[in-house]
C-alpha cells in the first residue's frame, strides 16, 4: 500500500517538485550526501533504516517529514512491544516523529492517536486515495506539496545564505538611517526568488517588516510582493510573539538616559528568558542613532546597575546583525562566548 501510494505521490505531484525514491537505506545516505534535497519524506515508521537515513538527512540540513501511515496507533504498536516496538521506540521511533517538521496524518482516527502521545503538534490530515475514494490523486498530491512548501516557510533564517543575511543586515541599517548612503557593503543582487521569500517571511514573523520593506525600496531593490496572508508557516510549540521593549516600559522618563537604563534593564529580562529577538536589536539600534546620550554618565549609571557587560555585549550583537556603526556606540562591544550564545539565541528564535 506504501509502495502504491509514493508511486501515486510522485506520478501527480508534477513539475511542483522534483522526486526521487528509494527503499535502500545506502542508495538513500548517498543521495543525501552528493545532492543537496531541501527535505526527506519518510514513509513508514518502524524501519531502524528510516531512523539511521533520518540522521544522515539532519547532518546535511535536510528538513524531514513523517508519514506513519496508521504504524503508531495503539493496535500496531501492541503487537510485540516488548521485544520489538519498546525498544524501537526508546531507541529512534520516538525521536524520530518529535523532530519531524511536519507529520501526514490520514484521517481523524490516526490524529487521535497522534495527539494522545503527544509527540508532535505539526500534524497534517491528508486522506490516502489508495484506501479511500473521498479525495484524488491529484488532490492528495497538491496537499502533500502545501506541506512541503510550509516547511520551507518555516524557520527561514536557518535557511538563508551567508549573502542573504549579508543582504538582510544592510537592509536593516537602510531601513533605521533611511539613508543609502550608510550602507558601505558592495552587495550584488540576491538573484534568487526563494532567498528573497525567505527574508521577506522572517521579516514578518520577527515584526522587523517595516524595516525591511523600507530598506529594499532605498537600496533600489526590485522585489516580487509577497502576500503573507497567504503564507503558512510552522513555529515552535512555544513561541512568543516578540512585544517591543519601548511597549513594555512606556515612554515618562525624565532623560534619555534614563529611558536608556529601564531599556537595558528589560534587555536583560529578555535574555533571562531567551525571548530576545532581532526586533529588539532594530529598536535599540534605532534609539541609539536617534537620540543624544551622555556616554559617561550612562557608562556609570550601567556599571552600577551591573548592566555594562550586558550593554556591550548588545553593541556587538548589532553591529552583527544591524550594522550599527561604532561611531554611534556609547559604550565599546564585545564579544565573547555569552555575546555568541545570545547570538545563537537569537538564531534559535524560530527553531522547531
Known amino acids: 500500500m506504501i509502495t502504491a501510494y509514493v508511486t501515486m505521490l510522485v506520478d501527480n505531484m508534477g513539475l511542483e517538485a522534483e522526486n526521487t525514491v528509494t527503499s535502500l537505506e545506502v542508495e538513500a545516505k548517498e543521495k543525501l550526501k552528493t545532492i543537496h534535497y531541501d527535505i526527506l519524506h519518510i514513509h513508514g ?6 531512523a539511521k537515513v533520518f540522521r544522515n538527512a539532519i547532518k546535511e540540513g535536510c528538513r524531514v517529514v513523517l508519514s506513519p501511515y496508521g504504524q503508531l496507533e495503539p493496535w500496531i504498536t501492541d503487537e510485540n512491544y516488548w521485544k520489538e516496538k ?19 496524518i490520514q484521517g481523524r482516527m490516526e490524529e487521535d492517536c497522534m495527539k494522545k502521545l503527544g509527540w508532535n503538534r505539526r500534524l497534517e490530515i491528508i486522506r490516502n486515495p489508495v484506501i479511500t475514494h473521498s479525495i484524488t490523486p491529484s ?3 497538491r496537499k502533500v506539496y502545501a506541506v512541503y512548501r510550509k516547511v520551507l516557510d518555516s524557520n527561514t533564517l536557518e535557511l538563508m545564505t551567508e549573502h542573504t543575511l549579508q543582504t538582510m543586515r ?7 538611517t533611511r539613508d543609502a548612503r550608510w550602507v558601505t557593503e558592495d552587495l550584488s543582487e540576491l538573484g534568487d526568488s526563494e532567498q528573497w521569500r525567505r527574508l521577506l517571511i522572517y521579516a514578518h514573523t520577527e515584526h522587523i517588516s517595516p524595516i525591511i520593506l523600507r530598506g529594499i525600496t532605498i537600496l533600489g531593490y526590485q522585489v516580487q510582493e509577497i502576500d503573507m496572508e497567504k503564507i ?18 512606556g515612554l515618562q522618563f525624565a532623560t534619555e538616559n534614563e529611558r536608556l537604563l529601564a531599556t537595558f534593564k528589560q534587555i536583560r529580562k529578555l535574555i533571562q528568558r ?3 529577538t532581532i526586533s529588539h536589536l532594530c529598536e535599540l539600534d534605532r534609539e541609539l542613532r536617534e537620540h543624544d546620550v551622555d556616554e559617561d554618565h550612562l557608562c556609570e549609571t550601567l556599571k552600577e546597575a551591573r548592566l555594562y557587560k550586558t550593554g556591550c555585549r548588545m553593541m556587538q550583537l548589532m553591529k552583527d546583525w544591524t550594522g550599527f556603526d561604532e561611531g554611534f556606540m556609547p559604550i565599546p562591544p564585545l564579544d565573547d562566548k555569552t555575546t555568541r550564545l545570545l547570538s545563537q539565541q537569537i538564531h534559535n528564535h524560530q527553531k522547531i
Do not use: N
Open 45 to 50: 515508521c518502524w524501519r531502524s533504516s528510516s
Open 86 to 104: 519498546l525498544p524501537k521506540k526508546i531507541l529512534f521511533q520516538r525521536h524520530l516523529v518529535e523532530a519531524a517538521y511536519a507529520v501526514i
Open 139 to 141: 488532490t492528495m498530491a
Open 170 to 176: 544592510c537592509l536593516i541599517k537602510a531601513g533605521i
Open 232 to 249: 503558512s508557516y510552522y513555529l515552535p510549540d512555544h513561541f512568543e510573539t516578540p512585544k517591543s521593549v519601548q511597549e513594555i516600559i
Open 274 to 276: 531567551k525571548q530576545l
